[in-house]
């Protein structure tokens, strides 16, 4: 209710006390959507400090405001050493004005979103200068039309059959509560007409309520059970709102937001930890795939007359097994990449041990962080954990759309670019040259890369899933087995004029691979 007419009539005389016969030594704005007056009369300095970013409009008049050094700009520099002498609530109304010495009018429009702060030349009717110039509408707005007057008479309740939206507008969303709770929309026309002269005397008596509702702060004219603070003088009801809603609703909002952050990665890591100390006890306790190389070379023999299967005796566990060899696969050249897969099995087991260290590292950190954050109680406290911990900028910042879908295998990060411009951006903004970059051979696709963090041996088991996610989101998605390049990215570039995704690359490999998307790979969608 304090952007409601029934408390700005209350406001306003207080404001004329409070600013009468001050002039107006400063006016500007460290924020494009807030306003800061300064008025002095040689003895007293009070300021106007209008919010006006939507959805949080609030007001407040401090007797100190310290102005950034920086970032400040001066506004309404034809108010500089005009006198405030009046200052007046219009009818009916969600707005109010201060009369100036030199009749100027400023005028504060509290409509919600489209709340801004206007100069009115002397007895002029369009305005001079608006404070939010992406309001149209306001460089037109003539202020004296906002005055209005409504009958507030039985007569005239009755002739609109009770409609309470009708004969008293301003009521605002507490008091039309208020109304529903005491069952208005049923009752009869006597009783609602009961009820509103009730609930008019209530808005008729000064005292005001900061309560709390649907996890905000708002501040009330009527009686409220559990209020966190109530107040006889309007200024400083207003004040603390703006505080308690603004400031440290915002302080609050902030800090629970990153601490979720924090919270969350914990989670993730932890997760992190387990799953992959569930694979590397699997690595440790299978059999590597050099041994079944061995059995093969073994028995090539086996395998004569172009045969692609046959049942071996696995020498090592004594065990019959049905080995399966690809059209036009040679057993050596099978033999061969299992020996390949066995030596990214070392390096994949030595890659995870090195991770899970580092994650488990990183678990004792996050709880530190966790908290320390959970015993900040104020903004600059705030801000200072962040300068402090300015590696974790990642974390820290707002949500941002990333161009890119990510996944991570092995330890390794995987993007995957959303559309041709993603492709781009993603390998001009988030790529290192160490990177590897891979595409679909010959085929439209994303670009995909993983993040090696200057890693130069990548395992086979990465580099694998890594082609399989740039084949399956090409046009090779259908077929049972595609060719991706692969290269550092430092031999990726882009030629100047090219389409969006357009790339010219060097020194690539090939990798044929079965295309597979996130779900199959990772159990989840994408």
């Known amino acids: 209710m304090h952007l409601n007419y029934h408390f700005l009539k209350y406001l306003c005389p207080e404001l004329e006390t409070a600013f009468m016969g001050k002039k107006i030594t400063s006016c500007f704005s460290q924020n494009k959507e807030e306003l800061i007056i300064e008025a002095h009369d040689g003895i007293e300095t009070r300021y106007i400090r209008a919010h006006l970013h939507p959805p949080q409009i609030f007001l407040s008049f401090p007797e100190n405001f310290q102005r950034a050094r920086r970032n400040s700009i001066d506004l309404f520099k034809e108010l500089i050493g005009d006198e405030i002498v009046a200052c007046k609530v219009l009818g009916f109304e969600r707005a109010f004005y201060f009369t100036l010495g030199s009749g100027k009018i400023l005028l504060f429009k509290l409509h919600a979103n489209r709340s801004n702060v206007l100069l009115y030349e002397s007895e002029s009717e369009i305005p001079k200068k608006i404070f939010r110039n992406g309001i149209a509408e306001d460089r037109e707005l003539n202020w004296m039309t906002l005055n209005k007057e409504l009958d507030l008479s039985r007569k005239n309740f009755e002739d609109l059959d009770g409609n309470a939206s009708k004969f008293l507008p301003t009521l605002g969303t507490i008091p039309r509560q208020w109304l529903k709770e005491k069952g208005f929309p049923e009752a009869?026309?006597?009783?609602?007409?009961?009820?509103?002269?009730?609930?008019?005397?209530?808005?008729?008596?000064?005292?005001?309520?900061?309560?709390?509702?649907?996890?905000?702060?708002?501040?009330?004219?009527?009686?409220?059970?559990?209020?966190?603070?109530?107040?006889?003088?309007?200024?400083?009801?207003?004040?603390?709102?703006?505080?308690?809603?603004?400031?440290?609703?915002?302080?609050?909002?902030?800090?629970?937001?990153?601490?979720?952050?924090?919270?969350?990665?914990?989670?993730?890591?932890?997760?992190?930890?387990?799953?992959?100390?569930?694979k590397l006890d699997e690595l440790r306790n299978s059999a590597p795939p050099s041994q079944l190389a061995d059995v093969i070379m073994a028995n090539l023999h086996e395998f004569q007359s172009g045969k692609l299967e046959t049942e071996l005796m696995d020498f090592y566990t004594g065990e019959t097994i049905l080995v399966k060899l690809k059209p036009n696969q040679k057993p050596q050249d099978y033999a061969a990449s299992l020996y390949r897969k066995s030596k990214n099995r070392k390096l994949e087991w030595e890659q995870l041990e090195k991770t899970i260290e580092s994650k488990i590292k990183l678990v004792t950190s996050l709880e530190s962080k966790i908290e320390e954050l959970g015993k900040i109680e104020d903004f600059r406290a705030l801000k200072a954990f962040q300068k402090t911990y300015g590696e974790d900028k990642v974390i820290q910042k707002d949500a941002v759309v990333l161009p890119f879908k990510t996944f991570e295998f092995g330890g390794f990060p995987i993007y995957v670019g959303k559309s041709s411009q993603a492709n781009d951006d993603m390998l001009r903004g988030y790529t290192k040259k160490d990177d590897i970059w891979l595409h679909a051979r010959m085929v439209p696709g994303s670009h995909v890369l993983i993040k090696t963090s200057g890693l130069k041996n990548i395992p086979g088991a990465v580099l694998e899933t890594a082609a399989a996610l740039a084949a399956f989101y090409s046009k090779n998605k259908n077929e049972s087995l595609a060719p991706v390049i692969y290269t550092e990215a430092k031999y990726v570039r882009k030629v100047k004029g090219s389409p969006a995704g357009s790339v010219m690359v060097e020194k690539e490999k090939v990798l044929m691979v079965v295309p597979r998307g996130p779900e199959e790979i990772f159990g989840k969608a994408e």
């Open 188 to 278: 009869d026309l006597a009783h609602k007409w009961k009820l509103m002269q009730e609930l008019l005397d209530m808005l008729d008596t000064p005292l005001f309520s900061l309560v709390e509702k649907n996890g905000e702060i708002h501040l009330s004219l009527l009686p409220e059970e559990n209020p966190i603070k109530t107040f006889s003088e309007p200024i400083q009801a207003v004040n603390e709102l703006f505080y308690l809603a603004l400031v440290r609703g915002n302080f609050e909002k902030d800090k629970n937001s990153l601490l979720k952050k924090y919270q969350e990665l914990l989670k993730r890591t932890n997760s992190y930890i387990q799953k992959s100390g569930q």
